[in-house]
């Protein structure tokens, strides 16, 4: 069984909790928010009220056992470069696993010790098209705190609509990453893979859109025209 650490239970942290609960690793958990902690208490074998970048809170969870840790704080620089320079000098610890913001800060946290830096946009874009190639089910994806990559399923009056004309951009602040289609192209090979597409692209009945943008401007496109389902 893998035990998991995961430091910071926020919106990512807690899904990252449900998600390894689910898949029967042994978490623990530490955030200084105690309602944080009382959300995942169920799941985790120890869910801790503390300092997740203090080395002697790492000690008392006996951080030096686990298979990975997980710095989840994200907005939270300063106390991700914290966490994962403690993490990295207890020595032990294989995979140390942190989120940043920007190349710059990705950097920043491989050099104090982090093993693999998830980068919010990016990531996002690459996992979000890896799940629609696959046969899993398309569900919403939450990188961060009032952003999110959606894939959303082309019906109703956008069809047959380019995307210049469908307003998702120029009304909702929506970017479309790209596309499954439905229906092939002619003469195209067969494949089901996400394509780039341009301003000039017909939206098809059926299309799987795959949609970045703010909590707030998904759910206005979402109530307007639909999720899809």
Avoid: N
Avoid at 52 to 59: E, F, I, N, S
Avoid at 168 to 197: C, F, M, N
């Amino acid at each position: 069984m893998q035990r998991v650490l995961v430091i910071g239970l926020g919106s990512f942290g807690t899904a990252l909790c449900e998600t390894l609960h689910e898949a029967g690793a042994e978490i623990i958990a530490v955030d200084e928010a105690g309602g944080a902690i009382d959300s995942v208490a169920s799941l985790a074998s120890h869910a801790v009220i503390g300092d997740g970048t203090d080395p002697k809170v790492l000690a008392a969870l006996d951080a030096g056992t686990v298979d990975a840790a997980v710095v989840t704080f994200g907005e939270h620089f300063e106390a991700s470069v914290m966490a994962v320079a403690s993490l990295k000098a207890i020595g032990t610890i294989k995979q140390i696993v942190a989120r940043a913001e920007t190349p710059r800060q990705a950097d920043v946290l491989r050099a104090v010790g982090a093993t693999r830096v998830i980068e919010l946009e990016a990531e996002g874009g690459r996992r979000l098209a890896r799940m629609l190639t696959s046969s899993a089910a398309l569900d919403m994806v939450e990188f961060a705190r009032g952003f999110t990559v959606v894939p959303w399923v082309a019906h109703g009056a956008l069809v047959g609509q380019s995307l210049a004309q469908s307003g998702i951009r120029a009304r909702y602040g929506i970017h479309v990453l790209g596309v499954r289609r439905k229906q092939r192209r002619a003469g195209a090979q067969t494949s089901d893979a996400v394509e780039t597409i341009t301003a000039d692209y017909v939206i098809g009945s059926g299309d799987v859109l795959v949609l970045v943008g703010q909590d707030d401007a998904i759910k206005a496109f979402v109530h307007d025209v639909g999720d899809g389902d």
